[in-house]
């Protein structure tokens, strides 16, 4: 079995599919940075909830609870921390318009049966002291907690060393083909080694529509949406403790002006601000205003932040697709299988993808919760059905 | 001859003092990486003129009038471009307080019989298209100009090694005195080794009033600011040059709710984004606030900035002193003698300080346009005599 893309994803289904006795060969030029690298790690299925997203809320539930275990089998696999943290995550509301969204959100939720409690602006102050005066109320969601998307990526890789996969240190060139075209063979490393293949899981994040060799029709839907994140540390510029506490303790979400976003405070004291979203092809410069717009957006919500220390600005390139929703299991092409496409909620569903994935992989089926996320809802014929 | 830091101050001194034919050692760890690493490089006498401070302007103008020749002479000597680029300034006014404060400084200059020539908004925007229509007038200073402080910094090295100056590659521990304590005989390095020296040039930037060994009545008063600033690039993400023309031409210098900002492009397409000034001590941490301040302030005066990659985030230390001109010739200490305490004119005043220096070394005397800027005038008899 192949895997083509060594991200937390193609990691993740490869641990977990050698796990079970197959023989794994992974085929990424860096494993373990792909998008981790600059993902925030939030695990926020319930915070972030949208409309007309049911199901995907289910596979986000699903992937979230399994995730205390995940990570703790991942550290004793690896002998590497990981970064889980059950921190909970609090939404908050700026103003007026964003109260009664955030309202909304709740009642969304709570007829889903989802656990949010609402607080007021003081009682958002009371669990966070450093949230603007300016905080109108907000959703403290304690079931949504983070993982550190970096070692989460180094831990990966190194369980799946100690699992007997095999790293080939490549990039893919070409997807190949059996002469007749009807099935995938493997795929073509541009060192020029030709990894033959039974099975090969695409899991290249937001390359996956793009590696050559696959017919148009094979082709999958995911384009690249770009992410700039910053990275700050929560304690003096001297690197001592903050007086009277610490700076954030759960993650902190916000809608401003309309965007969306996000704060996570780390155990060991590093603050990841998130995102923006770009289409912008395969660029990842990261940007003047696009930094910008994430100081000013978290300076509004948190005025102490212009104090902590910049660390660092990194920008990523989510797999996007139509529907925002990931593409997990068999495509057009016998011997092709899909773990990509996951967007933003990459980190939140490794776990579930890679049980899966490496369900379909050994037994032919796909579990229940991954079953409407195959490739095929986007193919003519389906898009055909839908319309009618 | 022992020269104390290795920044553009002590290797032009170091420099200009062994084409006399002295035998020159420069103590640094690190040389050519002082200040002048996060140095935007602004040679801006007449924008930068200040009231109260016209024997500043002066030694300011006699080295600004000197760094072509200067440049040129460095660039023969070394091998090495120093990004030199007579470009021009124009300093811009955004709103009403802003231009009745640019028309006060430009009558000013008229007095003293500076060239500057004062433009409305619109001649501004011809000028740099790129401008806020916000922009309401503004002063085109022909004759200041720009240099790129790192190569600056990377030539004069290298004109130094040619030049025969031995580079003794570690960090002051101490200066020494002789036994009396009535003179300075050198000084101790980390490593160990004794640097014996007839007369030691203290060139070590911020740290020059904090180097241990002298006696309190002898220290330099000089203290860190700190200074972060941006590098970005005038290009789009992909790398490609702006359509509709260069993004800046010239040195663009503004007043934005009482913070100077700068930003200075370079030749080679990178603009240097300036700069923060902050009282921190050695902190030379970059914080979200002075990166967000900077962008704030540059995204009103230039709205396309938002497009550029951000290259980098830096931050440096100025040497301030109290009346913020440098420190130029003999200290209280025979023996020991000053190149240091240059706050925002470092690199402007690298020529004329390095001839100053080196003048007094060979000669005893210092040339006339530096004689106001011996450290004797913060003596405590000095300090007396002035205020009677």
């Given at each position: 079995?192949?895997?083509?893309?060594?991200?937390?994803?193609?990691l993740?289904?490869?641990?977990?599919?050698?796990?079970?006795?197959l023989?794994?060969t992974?085929?990424?030029?860096?494993?373990?940075?792909?998008?981790?690298?600059?993902?925030?790690?939030?695990?926020?299925?319930?915070?972030?909830?949208?409309?007309?997203?049911?199901?995907?809320?289910?596979?986000?539930?699903?992937?979230?609870?399994?995730y205390?275990?995940?990570?703790?089998?991942?550290?004793?696999?690896?002998?590497l921390?990981?970064?889980?943290?059950?921190?909970?995550t609090?939404?908050?509301?700026?103003?007026a318009?964003?109260?009664?969204?955030?309202?909304?959100?709740?009642?969304?939720?709570?007829?889903?049966g989802?656990?949010?409690?609402?607080l007021?602006?003081?009682?958002c102050?009371?669990l966070?002291?450093?949230l603007?005066?300016?905080?109108?109320?907000?959703?403290l969601?304690?079931?949504?907690?983070?993982?550190?998307?970096?070692?989460?990526g180094?831990?990966?890789?190194?369980?799946?060393?100690r699992?007997?996969v095999?790293i080939?240190r490549?990039?893919?060139a070409?997807?190949?083909?059996?002469?007749?075209g009807d099935?995938?063979?493997?795929?073509?490393?541009?060192?020029g080694s030709a990894?033959?293949?039974?099975?090969?899981v695409?899991?290249?994040?937001?390359w996956?529509?793009?590696?050559?060799?696959?017919?148009?029709a094979?082709?999958?839907?995911?384009?690249?949406?770009?992410g700039?994140?910053?990275?700050?540390?929560?304690?003096?510029?001297?690197?001592?403790?903050?007086?009277?506490?610490?700076?954030?303790?759960r993650?902190?979400?916000?809608?401003v002006?309309?965007?969306h976003?996000?704060?996570?405070?780390?155990?060991?004291g590093?603050?990841v601000?998130?995102?923006?979203?770009e289409?912008?092809?395969?660029?990842t410069?990261?940007?003047?205003?696009?930094?910008?717009?994430?100081?000013?957006?978290?300076?509004?919500?948190?005025?102490?932040?212009?104090?902590?220390?910049?660390?660092?600005?990194?920008?990523?390139l989510?797999?996007?697709?139509p529907?925002?929703?990931?593409?997990?299991?068999p495509?057009?092409?016998?011997?092709?299988?899909?773990?990509?496409?996951h967007?933003?909620?990459?980190i939140?569903?490794?776990?579930?993808?890679?049980?899966?994935?490496?369900?379909?992989?050994?037994t032919?089926?796909?579990?229940?919760e991954?079953?409407?996320f195959t490739?095929d809802?986007?193919?003519?014929?389906?898009l055909?059905e839908?319309?009618?």
């Open positions: 079995m192949l895997v083509v893309g060594g991200g937390v994803i193609g993740a289904t490869a641990w977990r599919t050698a796990q079970r006795g023989s794994v992974l085929l990424d030029p860096d494993p373990g940075h792909g998008a981790n690298r600059v993902a925030a790690g939030m695990l926020a299925p319930v915070t972030e909830l949208q409309y007309g997203e049911e199901e995907l809320l289910r596979l986000g539930i699903a992937s979230n609870q399994r205390a275990a995940f990570a703790a089998e991942l550290e004793a696999a690896s002998g921390p990981t970064g889980y943290r059950p921190c909970g609090l939404a908050v509301a700026l103003d318009d964003d109260r009664a969204e955030l309202r909304e959100v709740h009642a969304f939720q709570q007829r889903l989802l656990a949010a409690e609402w007021t602006g003081r009682e102050r009371r966070e002291p450093m603007a005066p300016s905080v109108r109320g907000g959703l969601v304690s079931g949504d907690h983070q993982v550190d998307g970096r070692r989460l180094a831990a990966l890789l190194e369980a799946c060393v699992a007997g095999r080939h490549s990039r893919a070409r997807i190949e083909l059996a002469p007749a099935r995938v063979t493997g795929a073509l490393a541009e060192d990894l033959g293949a039974g099975q090969t695409l899991a290249a994040g937001s996956s529509g793009a590696i050559p060799g696959l017919p148009a094979a082709q999958l839907p995911v384009r690249p949406v770009k700039q994140i910053l990275r700050l540390r929560m304690a003096t510029t001297a690197g001592a403790p903050l007086p009277g506490g610490p700076f954030l303790s993650n902190l979400r916000a809608v002006r309309g965007v976003l996000y704060l996570v405070p780390r155990e060991d590093e603050l601000v998130g995102a923006t979203m289409e912008q092809g395969y660029d410069a990261v940007t003047a205003g696009g930094v910008y717009e994430l100081l000013r957006d978290a300076h509004e919500l948190l005025p102490g932040i212009t104090e902590l220390p910049l660390l660092e600005t990194g920008a990523g989510r797999p996007g697709t529907d925002n929703a990931p593409l997990l299991g495509t057009a092409l016998p011997g092709l299988v899909a773990a990509t496409g967007h933003r909620n990459g939140l569903l490794t776990p579930v993808t890679a049980d899966a994935v490496a369900d379909y992989l050994t032919g089926q796909l579990p229940p991954a079953a409407p490739p809802r986007f193919s003519s014929h389906a055909t839908a319309s009618r």
